[in-house]
C-alpha cells in the first residue's frame, strides 16, 4: 500500500477549477477564520499555522516523485497570501525548479493579507510564476460584513482587488448569495455589484450561503433579525444585482453545486440572456431547469 505523496491535513478544500491542480499545503486553516459563515476550518487540527520550509520541499519532491511534471499548483490551506513575499517566492521558486512544465500558481487570498503586500511585491510573485488569487468577498455591504464577521470592508476588499489587477494578476472572486437573509437582501446585492464594478474581476462567481452543521454559529451576528430566503427570495436578490452589475468583460459562473439555478456566462455582453434566465425560474416556475434539493451541497 502506498501513502500519498503530500502530507495533507484533513479537510483539504480548493476552487472547483483547481480540479487537475497539485494542491501544495503552505499553510494550515486560516489565518482570520472567524467568518460565522465558514466552517472549512473550524476543526482542531485545522489551527492555523504557517507550514515549516523543510516539510513543504519534502512534499514537492515527493509529488514530483510520484505524478513526473505537474503543470498547476494550488497553494492551500484558506490563504497562502498570508506568508510573507520572501517565503513565497522561495515557495513558487522550489516548485519551478522541481516542475520545469510549471505553467500556473493560485492561492486563495484574504483582502486583508494583501494590505501587508504593495503592488510591487505582487509583480514579483506574478513574474515568479503566481497567476490567480481566488478572493471570498462575499458581499460589498458593510453591514452584513460586519454582521458575518468578514474582518473585512467595501474599501478593504476594493483595495485588495485593486492591487491585483495593477500587478496584473487574474482575479476571481466569490459571492455569497443569500448572505443577509431577507432584512439585508436588497442593500446585499446592489452594494455587492457597487464593488464588482468598481474593481472589474476577471472571475466571478455566486454560491449559495448554507449551513451544513447548523446556522447557531451564523445567527449571532442577527439575533432575530435573520430570516434566510426561500428559493425564490435568492432568485430575486440574484435578479438585483445582476441588474446592477456594469461589468465590460467579467466570466460569470453561478453554477456552484449549492445553486438552484446554473446561470453561466461574460458579463456585460451576456447580462440580458442571464436576466431572461433568472426572470423565468422567478415567473414560470418549472419552465427552467433547477438543480434538486438533494444534489445541492458545498
Known sequence: MHSFPIDYIEPVFRPPSEAKSLILPV??????????????YTQPQKK?????????????????????????????????????????????????QTFPGLNR????????NLAKKTVEELVQLREAGLKI?????????????RRVNKGETWESTRSALVK??????????????????????RQHAINTASL??????????????????GEARFREGFGDDFVPLTQQGLFEEIRLFL??????????????????????????????????????????PGAVPLREEWMRGL
Open 48 to 96: 492555523f499555522r504557517a507550514r515549516k520550509p523543510d516539510d513543504i520541499r519534502a512534499d514537492i519532491k515527493n509529488a514530483a516523485e510520484a505524478f513526473g511534471n505537474v503543470r498547476r499548483v494550488f497553494l492551500a490551506d484558506g490563504d497562502a497570501m498570508v506568508l510573507p513575499t520572501r517565503r513565497l517566492l522561495e515557495i513558487i521558486g522550489d516548485l519551478k
Open 133 to 145: 488569487l481566488y478572493v471570498g468577498m462575499e458581499s460589498g455591504d458593510d453591514e452584513v460584513l
Open 196 to 213: 464588482c464594478n468598481e474593481t472589474q474581476p476577471d472571475y466571478l462567481s455566486t454560491l449559495v450561503v448554507s449551513f451544513p452543521q
Open 27 to 40: 499553510t494550515n486553516g486560516c489565518s482570520w477564520n472567524q467568518c460565522t459563515f465558514c466552517e472549512m
Open 243 to 284: 441588474e446592477h452589475l456594469e461589468l465590460e468583460k467579467t466570466i460569470f459562473r453561478s453554477d456552484h453545486a449549492s445553486n438552484y439555478l446554473v446561470l453561466k456566462g461574460t458579463l456585460g455582453k451576456d447580462k440580458e440572456r442571464l436576466l431572461q434566465q433568472v426572470n423565468m425560474a422567478i415567473t414560470q
Open 164 to 185: 491585483i489587477r495593477e500587478a496584473g494578476l487574474v482575479s476571481s472572486v466569490m459571492v455569497l448569495n443569500g448572505l443577509g437573509g431577507e432584512h439585508l437582501s
Open 105 to 112: 500558481v493560485s492561492s486563495y487570498c484574504l483582502p486583508r
